[in-house]
């Protein structure tokens, strides 16, 4: 697996990371504790380096299984978590809202590090921002904390050009988790410009459509009743009806380079800038190898200018977020 910085921070993963987020949360019920084992512990021997979980996936559950599962490999891999969501504290598994408060980041990095049984979370992102709290705030915090040796980087995640440039200037971002693929580039206008100048590294999530993208998903396809797909306007079946020029579009790349079209869709993702690190999620053996070979894939510039050409054809169909999601972007 080749390696890749992100930004100028000197922080260094591999190419293509793994989302684990899946295997506990949001896209049906938790997988099953051995399998998902196994799935972590072959990425790393498949050269995965970096892995993405939350507090909030679950809650808690997905970060106590990546740290378990890690636990013997430590020394090998990048965690990545995410602080800032209030939980609702009658239990469950929703969220209530936004929380960025200097004190509840602090609790929520030791919660995270034992959940994690680890002693430095390499990557401590803001999930979201929370207009109540300065970002001067969140990242004075994590500086504390970074200069405290229990967190090495800082993160923000779906945060706009202002809010980077301001926690920037009180703590060195090292890498920016929004959503990016072919079916969403809205990062491309105004955020790129800004990490590359400030050399601030790109980790897209949902690099394949939340798994529209693979060509696997039509307007027939049924999703499990937790899928939050389910109230994704995007994946209404009119949509998935109206989205299917896109699945056209790869599948043809795709018989042409001899590969899948969720290949194309992540090398398409790498071949845009070098400090872009994707981390599409799974949690099936099959599709990790098949991600894993994406990282192989070589796209000319001719391939390049014929996916951008096609692309700027079609008109992707319905939102991304339902309203309640989308409130919780606050840029």
């Keep these: 697996m080749q390696k890749r910085k992100l930004g100028k921070s000197g922080l260094e993963v591999s190419a293509l990371g793994l989302g684990c987020m899946g295997m506990s949360f949001s896209y049906g019920p938790p997988k099953n504790k051995q399998e998902m084992f196994t799935l972590l512990r072959t990425a790393v021997e498949r050269g995965i380096t970096l892995f993405d979980t939350a507090e909030v996936y679950g809650p808690f559950t997905n970060e106590e299984l990546v740290g378990e599962a890690l636990a013997p490999l430590r020394d090998r891999v990048v965690i990545a978590t995410k602080f800032g969501f209030k939980h609702d504290p009658n239990g469950g598994t929703r969220w209530i809202g936004l929380d960025s408060r200097p004190e509840h980041i602090k609790q929520v990095a030791e919660a995270s590090l034992k959940r994690l049984k680890t002693d430095v979370i390499d990557l401590f992102y803001q999930h979201r921002v929370d207009p109540d709290v300065p970002i001067e705030d969140v990242a004075g915090t994590v500086k504390d904390l970074i200069r405290e040796g229990k967190v090495k980087h800082f993160g923000l995640s779906e945060a706009g050009v202002k809010t980077i440039r301001r926690a920037h200037a009180v703590q060195k971002v090292t890498a920016l988790q929004s959503e990016y693929s072919l079916w969403w580039r ?95 999620g799974t949690t099936k053996l099959s599709r990790l190898e098949e991600n894993i070979g994406a990282a192989s894939i070589h796209l000319t510039e001719g391939d390049l200018q014929e996916i951008e050409t096609a692309v700027s054809a079609i008109a992707i169909q319905g939102a991304r977020y339902n309203e309640s999601n989308q409130k919780l972007i606050n840029r």
């Design 186 to 280: 809205e990062p491309e206008e105004e955020i790129f410009p800004v990490l590359e100048e400030l050399g601030i590294g790109f980790v897209p999530f949902s690099p394949l459509g939340r798994g529209f993208l693979t060509g696997k998903i039509d307007a027939q396809t049924t999703f499990d009743k937790t899928d939050f797909r389910n109230s994704s306007p995007r994946f209404t079946p009119e949509n998935r009806t109206a989205n299917k020029a896109m699945i056209d579009l790869l599948d043809k790349l795709a018989k042409q380079k001899k590969t899948t079209p969720a290949q194309i869709a992540l090398a398409w993702i790498l071949a845009q800038k070098p400090w872009i690190v994707p981390i599409p």
